[in-house]
């Protein structure tokens, strides 16, 4: 994408109603523009390589498609394409293999239009922020951890997660706190397993959808 012009975008849900309806959402975005439409996987691989999106929405849940193949065909028709999986189905699994395989979020459909415009610009601005929403029902059970009997987190743990939700580095919650950087990457994996997160900042919109850390305001 040329700097001014706007995100284009190939929408593939193979519901037409919500498709057209989303797209017609986004429009409204002044710096989106719906390119192309498609129902099913291998229309959405053609397409991509017809139109050349900057950011693809898909849906997985489209009959006869396999959504890990889709992606995989997707990104090595181009591998600098962005991918953001719409969803109803939200099992952590399928999620982290998505996520591995280089998507840039992963959204449940019952996400809000912002957060939807949000993720799609956050991958077209590049970095390593994935976007992650799930459905309450989800959050609830990804939380639900039997390594607790207080809580799902530890206070130390909650410490940690409150510093990365305020934007620190590895290195600076290791100075904050007094401790080695491999000590924070430990406690790291132990709130992803714990929250069933797939990313830092899944794992900080979990804790605080659950009231555990308080929102952080983030550094522009």
Known sequence: MTAGEPIRILAVDDHVVLREALCDLLSMEPD??????????????RLAVQYKPDVVLLDIEM??????????RLLADNPALHIIVLSMYDDAQLVRELVSLGVGGYLHKSSR??????????VEAGGDTITVSVSPQSLRAATASPNSADGPLSPRELEILTAVAGAL???????????TEPTVKRHLRNIFEKLDAVSRIDAVNKATALLLIKPQRRPH
């Open 113 to 122: 239009r912002q957060t939807v415009v949000t993720a799609i610009r956050q």
């Open 63 to 72: 009959p006869d498609t396999d959504p890990v193949a889709t992606v995989r």
């Open 169 to 179: 580095s590895n290195r600076q919650i290791a100075t904050r706190l007094g401790i």
């Open 32 to 45: 989106l523009q719906i390119v192309a439409q498609a129902g099913t996987g291998p229309e959405a691989v």
